[in-house]
């Protein structure tokens, strides 16, 4: 079944503590990206990836990092996570980028982080 | 700034009624907008998208690029429409960062 993963889905972890959070697809998708999702604020890009080794930053960048070492993975990490990225975090992932207009993302089933 | 509004957290009609899911958006240039929808334990899923000019599940959008507005339209509810709808634009021009909306609950009724 083609779709997008996402582990774990649910995580409870103290502040300071280094955690990620993966995600794998398997339709051998070029765009992936990473937003997270905040009552009243909707869903923020964290960042996104064009290809392998290619990545930029979305519009909430800051505490986290990702990589993009194979195609059909892409991990996020949380170095030193805060209370302040409690949230719903969700990947997603299309054929290619976003620009056309014509490319759907596949959302993963989210990620839900608490950090105390 | 870019940016995507919709005024409506909630919004509740009765089945059969016509429903509209406002979103309006900031842009200098030509946006390219999404509607997105996420049903109860489901995914988030695309619904429509303006380039397309397409009808799914009976619901229609139409780019107003004077009052920058892409609604949400469909002319009958039906309770299984009950979901969280997001709006979202992608700036043109190579930009791959999608800016969603707060998003809109609608809920039919019987």
């Known amino acids: 079944e083609a779709q997008v993963t996402q582990n774990p889905r649910y995580l409870i972890t103290v502040t300071g503590k280094k955690l990620t959070v993966t995600c794998s697809q398997n339709?051998?998708?070029?765009?992936m990206s990473w937003y997270r999702q905040d009552p009243g604020l909707g869903l923020r890009q964290i960042y996104y990836?064009?290809?392998?080794?290619?990545?930029d930053k979305g519009d909430v960048p800051e505490g986290y990092k990702v990589s993009r070492k194979e195609k059909r993975n892409f991990p996020l990490i949380l170095e030193s996570p805060s209370p302040n990225q409690t949230s719903l975090y969700f990947c997603?992932?299309?054929?290619?980028?976003?620009?056309?207009?014509?490319?759907?993302?596949?959302f993963g089933p989210g990620t839900r982080l608490t950090v105390l | 700034a870019q940016r995507v509004t919709q005024p409506e957290k909630l919004l509740s009609v009765f089945k059969g009624a016509p429903v509209e899911l406002k979103c309006n958006y900031s842009?200098?240039?030509?946006?390219?907008l999404f509607w997105y929808v996420q049903y109860s334990r489901q995914r988030l899923q695309l619904l429509l998208r303006?380039?397309s000019r397409e009808s799914i599940k009976g619901f229609t959008a139409d780019l107003n690029k004077g009052e920058t507005s892409f609604h949400l339209k469909k002319p009958f509810a039906q309770e299984e429409d009950s979901a969280m709808y997001y709006c979202?634009?992608?700036?043109?021009?190579?930009?791959?960062?999608?800016?969603f909306g707060a998003g809109t609950r609608l809920a039919v009724h019987p």
């Open positions: 842009y200098s240039g030509s946006p390219e």
């Open positions: 303006h380039i």
């Open positions: 990836s064009m290809n392998v080794e290619v990545t």
């Open positions: 997603a992932s299309s054929l290619r980028g976003l620009t056309g207009g014509l490319n759907e993302q596949f």
């Open positions: 979202a634009l992608n700036g043109s021009g190579g930009y791959n960062k999608l800016i």
């Open positions: 339709m051998n998708h070029e765009y």
